[in-house]
Nanobody, 116 residues
Framework: QVQLVESGGGLVQPGGSLRLSCAAS????????MNWYRQPPGKERELVAA????????NYADSVKGRFTISRDNAKNTVYLQMNSLKPEDTAVYHC?????????WGQGTQVTVSS
């Protein structure tokens, strides 16, 4: 079965960096786009970044362009989100996501808190 497991969250000061990882299993990883979403406290979930199966096409929310970078290692079945110049408004639970066989799959999420 499809499994997505995020890691790498934590507490960081404004201006700092974190790298999130999402380890995937149970499907042909290189054939599917992968997404990172986040849900700030008390707000709706939003798409942060997306990457195509081969890693060629990438898209970002306007709020993170120039600060976040999505990447993937298809040999390791892992997608990453490098987050730089973090701001308090980046505080959220971050989830990775993929759409396989007409079903949306989600990881359990990892908490990112940006605070001094």
């Amino acid at each position: 079965q499809v499994q997505l497991v995020e890691s790498g969250g934590g507490l960081v000061q404004p201006g700092g960096s974190l790298r999130l990882s999402c380890a995937a299993s149970g499907f042909r990883f290189s054939s599917y786009a992968m997404n990172w979403y986040r849900q700030p406290p008390g707000k709706e979930r939003e798409l942060v970044a997306a990457i195509s199966g081969a890693g060629v096409r990438k898209n970002y929310a306007d709020s993170v362009k120039g600060r976040f970078t999505i990447s993937r290692d298809n040999a390791k079945n892992t997608v990453y989100l490098q987050m730089n110049s973090l701001k308090p408004e980046d505080t959220a639970v971050y989830h990775c996501n993929t759409y396989v066989a007409a079903y949306d799959y989600w990881g359990q999420g990892t908490q990112v808190t940006v605070s001094s």
